[in-house]
């Protein structure tokens, strides 16, 4: 028996599901190149298979938030070369040298960063000159060449108010921005920008966001910018909202089978398809008389008589205590509630006198078309948007991939 089939719990991950909805999708943005968002672990999915099948699936770029996470899938993701890879969140004294050296295409907000930028640029082809001069000296084959010219996308702020630089700085950024690829330092390779209300559809800002994109990427190339993509889309937008899909869509959500609002329908609707499913076998039944207080606060008594199912699963994992005594599980063809409290580890359900064996499977969520509840159920009974219940699966849940 493999590893994963005696585990206590498992998120099982459908490659085959996350290809169609990648398909799906880049129907919906025919003429735009598609970037596959795998930040935070490929919404918990796994980036590396979530980003190579993507690829498969049609994808030419894979975008990050964080450097670490774009080094990384240039590291072992094995994809093509002519993948581009994104990351956006920069800190102070990142690592631009290393995401230059490896070709990944970085977002400039503001003139530090752009500073930084220049800087690891400039190091990188002053040691590529004087490698070059050693190996002329001593006649020697020439090195595989390394990426020297770094490769920048600059992010416009066009109303949601996090990263981006505000219309009144971009002038300013565009113009050092410009010198410093006349200076051979960098390439403009994008103009790019974040949506704050696509999941509203109709919402007044999304005009306004696109309207001022609009605006400052016309500046930008009045001013001799010539990016090779421009794109602002996220999943809603990808979905619904044709003039924002320019030269490039970044769906994230979307791309792992979830809708991005409940507004906008559910998976199925949008011709989407959830690609993770959690389960756990149920480890313990027993019966218990009512009036039995269960788990921790006892915020849960036992109503009269019944069976109890102890689900190996808890906040631990990342099944959000905020959903005690709300989320639903399959359990024994069906739905339950979990009784009581969540705890870090496991978390009980009363089967209300149903006998269940032991090593019976509960589904806390998946695809839903068999009868299982879905991320999006678990996010309305925590309160929270379904992206959180399936990036917040912890590391503790070993990851079965499927599909592929
Ligand atoms: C997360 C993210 C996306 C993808 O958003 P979804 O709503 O998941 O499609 C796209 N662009 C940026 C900058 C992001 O941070």
């Known amino acids: 028996m493999r590893e ?178 006349r200076a051979g330092h960098v390439r403009i390779t994008g103009l790019w920008s974040h949506l704050a209300c696509a999941d509203e559809p109709g919402h007044p800002s999304t005009r306004q966001q696109l309207d001022r994109f609009r605006e400052m990427v016309t500046y930008a190339e009045a001013q001799g910018v010539r990016p090779e993509v421009r794109h602002i889309a996220n999943s809603p937008a990808t979905l619904t909202l044709p003039e924002a899909h320019y030269d490039l869509v970044r769906p994230g959500v979307a791309m792992y089978g979830l809708s991005p609002s409940p507004d906008l329908g559910a998976p199925a609707d949008l011709g989407l398809r959830p690609v993770m499913t959690l389960t756990a076998p149920v480890a313990l039944v027993k019966h218990v008389p009512g009036g039995h207080g269960v788990s921790y606060g006892h915020h849960y008594v036992t109503p009269g008589e019944t069976t109890l199912a102890l689900v190996p699963l808890g906040y631990g994992d990342g099944v959000p205590r905020h959903a005690s005594g709300a989320g639903p599980v399959l359990i024994g063809g069906k739905w339950r509630t979990t009784a009581g409290r969540i705890a870090m580890d496991q978390f009980v359900v009363d089967l209300g006198g149903d006998d269940v064996e032991a090593g019976a499977e509960a589904v806390l969520f998946g695809p839903g078309d068999r009868g299982e509840p879905t991320a999006e159920d678990w996010a309305q009974a925590a309160g929270t948007i379904g992206y959180e219940i399936v990036t917040r699966i912890s590391a503790r849940v070993p990851r079965v991939y499927v599909g592929g």
């Open 4 to 181: 994963t089939e005696r585990a206590r719990a498992r998120a099982v991950i459908d490659l085959a599901a996350l290809k169609a909805n990648v398909r799906a999708l880049r129907g919906k943005a025919p003429g735009a190149a598609f970037m596959a968002v795998v930040k935070a672990d490929g919404y918990g999915h796994g980036a590396i298979p979530c980003a190579r099948a993507a690829v498969e699936a049609g994808a030419t770029w894979v975008g990050t938030a964080t450097p670490q996470e774009a080094l990384a899938l240039k590291a072992h993701a094995g994809l093509p070369d002519d993948v581009r890879v994104m990351c956006w969140l920069w800190t102070p004294g990142g690592p631009w040298r290393e995401a230059v050296e490896a070709g990944i295409d970085v977002s400039v907000s503001a003139e530090w960063a752009l500073e930084e930028v220049v800087g690891a640029a400039e190091a990188v082809q002053k040691e590529a000159a004087e490698a070059v001069q050693k190996e002329a000296a001593e006649a020697v084959q020439t090195a595989a060449p390394v990426q020297t010219v770094a490769r920048v996308q600059l992010k416009a702020d066009t109303g949601l108010g996090r990263g981006g630089s505000q219309p009144a700085d971009w002038a300013g950024l565009v113009r050092r921005a410009l010198e410093a690829e």
